[in-house]
């Protein structure tokens, strides 16, 4: 593995290897081949933590699927609970669907709960929910998180598709703060 790289004011040093990372994703692909082989299901990727993730996981899924690309925006609207969640980029009608929600990182899981429950209004058949790392220790909502590459605890991580301030998505492996 490489040295201690430094972004913007911090530094990080290697933590997850390519070699580990490559393993977790096969790992993930094999449970996704066998147990949806019949669902043709529909991979929504999280953007822009997740890209990288959905191209080494799809070039190992093997099943018949559909991929596409979303983003989860929330603003204040005028409703009476306040925060709007809205999916940019979801053309396809899932209803009746098997989605699979790609992400890089579960943490509080807030993002994904408000994923979760927009989908779930759009009468879906049922939704999965694959990520690369998982923060058990800060994870506090029900949902099964049924594929997750590994379990880290709560260090802010960096690299494949993760971000420090929009910088250090394009490092192979992961890195946590020195
Ligand atoms: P949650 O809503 O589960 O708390 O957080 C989800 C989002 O927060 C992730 O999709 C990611 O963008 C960001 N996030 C959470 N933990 C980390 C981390 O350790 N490193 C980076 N770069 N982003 C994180």
Do not use: W
């Not at 972004?7 to 997850?16: A, E, G, L, T």
């Not at 969640?85 to 899981?109: A, F, H, N, Q």
């Not at 949902?143 to 250090?168: A, Q, R």
């Amino acid at each position: 593995m490489s040295d201690l790289v430094t972004i913007k004011d911090k530094q990080f040093k290697p933590y997850i290897s390519q070699q580990q990372i490559s393993e977790a994703v096969k790992k993930i692909a094999t449970s996704i081949n066998n147990e949806l082989k019949n669902d043709q299901p529909l991979f929504l990727v999280v953007l822009n933590g997740s890209f990288m993730f959905a191209a080494d996981l799809l070039k190992e899924v093997s099943i018949p699927c559909e991929i596409s690309f979303i983003k989860v925006a929330s603003y204040h609207g005028t409703t009476s609970s306040g925060t709007v969640t809205e999916l940019i980029g979801l053309s396809e009608d899932i209803t009746g669907r098997t989605v699979i929600i790609v992400e890089d990182i579960v943490d509080t899981g807030i993002t994904l709960e408000k994923l979760i429950t927009v989908l779930k209004r759009k009468n879906v058949k049922q939704i999965k929910v694959a990520t690369v790392l998982l923060k058990p220790d800060s994870y506090k909502k029900e949902f099964t998180i049924d594929y997750y590459g590994m379990k880290i605890p709560n260090d802010f991580v960096i690299g494949y598709g993760l971000d420090y301030d929009g910088l250090g998505r394009n490092l192979k492996e992961i890195y946590v703060l020195a």
